[in-house]
Structure formats: structure tokens, C-alpha cells
């Protein structure tokens, strides 16, 4: 995933010098900004192509940390954000700031979790104790790629002043949660544990599965250059 990340980096990078010259000749416009959300605190670059329309990427990322009960059994969890987006925006009206956006987000977004012993555990619908369960870990991912649609306000490259608000609005859809989970206790290589586990885990994905479809809102100030 690191590597694919990194790859999928230098590709925007590259992607957005080898337009820059292109776009620089026609419209002049390159913006580079700060934004907050719900993907996390990051940084963006907005090229304009033609008048109205677009390209964006960036970075962002951030960490959540948690409690959670599930089954009786209560996880610290750690919500890990990341992800690049690659968007086009698309300004139907020329004097105003209002946009579609549509294109990908490389998603590193994940949640670790760890289940510490407490008397027992409910697992698949068997009780263990603690010491046949040991150290429960889990592991929710999501698609590498996402497509990504929504709208948003300010046009980062307009002509005017050189600072823009800009707000997005829309959804990634980084599909059905993946989920794993494993135990290093005295039963952890027993073929009926194990199918409690793999149990528990089907448990945790329905629970969760809601979580394909994740709310993208931020806000952010660029500078036009």
C-alpha cells in the first residue's frame, strides 16, 4: 500500500508539472492552499485548464484515537486518514465560485484496532476467557482507489483577489469494509476459534458497512499566484 501511495504521488506530481506549462500559457492560473475535514488536514494545488474548469490534487492526512464495544469486548481503536486526491472541478458559471467536482482519491484511510483482555470475551457467539483469547487485533480497510463526486464553493485561480475560501461537499465511495482480526491466545489455532473469529468478523463488517460511502466536507484558503 506504501509503495502504491508513493507511486500514486509522484504520478500527480508528475501529472501536474508536465500540464503546467500548458495551462500557464493559456490562463496563467496556479493556486496552492490549506484545507480541514473530514479526510483530514492537508495541502492542495488547483491548475486552471481552460476558463471553468480545473484540476486538483493534494495531500491529506490524520489520525483519530478511540474507544469503542462491540460483543462485550472493548476495543482502543486508531482511525488512520490518508489520501490523494486527483479531481477535476467544473464551474458552469463563470462570475461564481459554485462547482461540480468528480475524479479519484487514492485511499490509505484505515482503522486499527486492539480488544484487551477483561474477564472474557464473546466471540461468534461462544464465550472465551482472556487467556484463551490473548491479545485481540483488527484491521478495517477500504478500496485503494475511490471514485469521488460532489460539489463545492470557490474557484481557487479566478481573476480578483488572490486569497479564495474554498468548500467541498460530496462522497467517496471506498466500498465495503474489509475487516480482520486475529488472537495470539491459547486457542488461536483452533479450527473452532477460528470460525468464531471469521464469524466475529462478518459481524463487524455489517456493522460497518455503511462506512462504504464516506462524507467528504472541508474547508480551505488558497493563494492564487
Not at 486569497?163 to 473452532?192: E, R
Amino acid at each position: 500500500m506504501k509503495t502504491r501511495l508513493f507511486g500514486s504521488t509522484i504520478l500527480s506530481a508528475m501529472l501536474l508539472l508536465g500540464i503546467a506549462p500548458v495551462a500557464r500559457a493559456s490562463t496563467g492560473d496556479l493556486a496552492v492552499g490549506a484545507k480541514a475535514g473530514t479526510l483530514g488536514i492537508g495541502g492542495e494545488a488547483t491548475l486552471g485548464i481552460l476558463p471553468g474548469l480545473n484540476v486538483r490534487t493534494g495531500y491529506n492526512a490524520h489520525n483519530y484515537d478511540g474507544t469503542t464495544t462491540r460483543d462485550n469486548i472493548a476495543y482502543n481503536y486508531r482511525l488512520r486518514l490518508g489520501s490523494l486526491p486527483l479531481l477535476i472541478d467544473l464551474h458552469p458559471f463563470p462570475t461564481s465560485g459554485f462547482r461540480f467536482s468528480g475524479g479519484l482519491i487514492v485511499n490509505n484511510n484505515k482503522v486499527d484496532a486492539t480488544g484487551k483482555p477483561q474477564g472474557s470475551y464473546t466471540i461468534g457467539g461462544t464465550t472465551y476467557t482472556a487467556a484463551q483469547v490473548g491479545n485481540l487485533t483488527g484491521r478495517i480497510e477500504f478500496n485503494s482507489t475511490a471514485p469521488y463526486a460532489g460539489i463545492g464553493w470557490g474557484n481557487a485561480v479566478a481573476k480578483g483577489l488572490p486569497l479564495t475560501v474554498c468548500i467541498d461537499a460530496g462522497v467517496m465511495f471506498q466500498g465495503i469494509p474489509k475487516v480482520s482480526l486475529s488472537a495470539n491466545g491459547t486457542l488461536a489455532s483452533d479450527s473452532t476459534f477460528k470460525a468464531n473469529l471469521a464469524k466475529e468478523e462478518a459481524t463487524i463488517r455489517d456493522t460497518t458497512d455503511n462506512l462504504k460511502y464516506y462524507p467528504v466536507v472541508s474547508l480551505g484558503l488558497a493563494y492564487r499566484f
